[in-house]
Structure formats: C-alpha cells, structure tokens
C-alpha cells in the first residue's frame, strides 16, 4: 500500500508538537462499522535503538493471518513523553508500505485520543494512510476512569480535561482491562465493539498479539 508523506521530519521537540497540533485537525471521529481486513501494529527493541515494527493483517471474520511483514530500523527520535509516535513512525511505515493487501482498519498498540495533546499513534498512523485506526493501550496514559465492571465488555469511559477520550474496556472476565481511544475515521462505540471481537478468548486484540509476536521474533 502506498502512503502519502504528510509533513517533513521533526528535528526537535517544538517541531514534533507543531506536527501533532497541526495533524490533530484532519481527525476524523466517525466512520465505517464493519471491517474485512484488519491490521495489528507494534513495535519491539532489541538494544537501545534498534527495533523491529510488525504488522500483521487478519480477516476480521476468521482472525486468520492473511499476511503479515516485520521492518527493521532505528529509533527515529528521542524518547520523550507524548511524542514516542516519531520514535517508531519511519519503521511502522515501511512495513505498511510493504504490504499487498490494504487493511480496512489499522488496530496499535498505543493510544489515540487519549494523549496529552489529543495525537497518539495511532492518530497519527490514521492521518497518514486514511485508514479508520483505533489504539489500544496496556496502561493508563491520560486522563481519569473509574474501574469497569468485572464482566466481558463492562467499560468506563476516560475522561480528560473534561473530555472523553477513550474508554477502560473489559476484553476478560477476570483481567485487567484495557484502554481504547479513537484514531481517525472511527467512532468511539464502533472502536469498543471491535476491540471486543478480536479479543475472543485473551485480554488484547489478536491483531496486536500476532504483531507482537513477530516484532519479538523477527526472521
């Protein structure tokens, strides 16, 4: 797939904020429902700046692998809070771009909305390809939410600056829950109800399993 190149590289922090203040206003917050292709993005460091991005597309029926590529590369950015995007864009974009198949949905492991500026990753990733995306993150990043309920698909959304941002999801009966945010393209519901259908039997989705998996284990 081809991805347009929307701004030059930052090459400090003011320009990597410009960037994101800039990008924010091309989110879109609605989208389609339904989805037949989708991708799982993650990124894993082997040494300090060496890394692997994988992404990995599963039919969204079936959730088998369709097709699946790894892009190495280095950290392309320090590490600073709010802007980890830049770090690992250039490799997550590669591999996108080495894909035959376009997905339909871009599923990242990481954040969206809920980001101290409001341009997570998978924002981020969203603007650049046009692609509805949503994030997933382990770990709270932004804002405050009360605990979901303990039952499969309980949630309470995020709310940061008297916003909401995302929502804390139960994917398990059981396990901690995760933390959704839109992307581009995508509602807030639509995003809860497909995280829940690729996480049918572990707490994340089975598109960022499978791409952490390879990211771990590179060819």
Not at 79 to 94: I, T
Not at 117 to 127: D, E, K, N, P, T
Request: hydrophobic share 40%; aromatic share 6%.
């Amino acid at each position: 797939m081809q991805i347009d190149r929307l701004h030059p590289w930052p090459s400090g922090v003011a320009e990597a904020e410009a960037i994101q203040d800039r990008l924010r206003g091309h989110v879109e917050l609605t989208g389609p429902t339904a989805f037949t292709l989708v991708a799982g993005l993650d990124v894993h460091y082997h040494g300090s700046d060496d890394l692997a991005a994988a992404v990995v597309v599963l039919a969204a029926g079936t959730l088998e692998v369709v097709e699946q590529v790894v892009a190495h590369g280095k950290a392309a950015f320090p590490y600073v809070p709010g802007l980890f995007a830049f770090r690992e864009l250039p490799a997550l974009v590669e591999a996108l771009e080495r894909l035959t198949v376009t997905p339909d949905l871009l599923v990242c492991d990481g954040y969206g909305l809920a980001h101290p500026r409001g341009f997570g990753l998978a924002c981020h990733l969203g603007v650049l390809t046009g692609l509805p995306a949503l994030g997933v993150g382990k770990t709270p990043f932004v804002g405050t939410h009360e605990t979901p309920g303990a039952e499969r698909g309980a949630w309470t959304p995020i709310i940061h600056e008297g916003a909401t941002v995302g929502r804390a999801l139960r994917t398990q009966r059981g396990v901690k829950p995760v933390y959704v945010s839109q992307g581009h393209r995508i509602s807030l519901d639509t995003a809860t109800t497909q995280v829940l259908r690729l996480t049918p039997r572990y707490r994340l989705p089975e598109p960022i399993r499978h791409a952490d998996h390879l990211a771990r284990n590179p060819a």
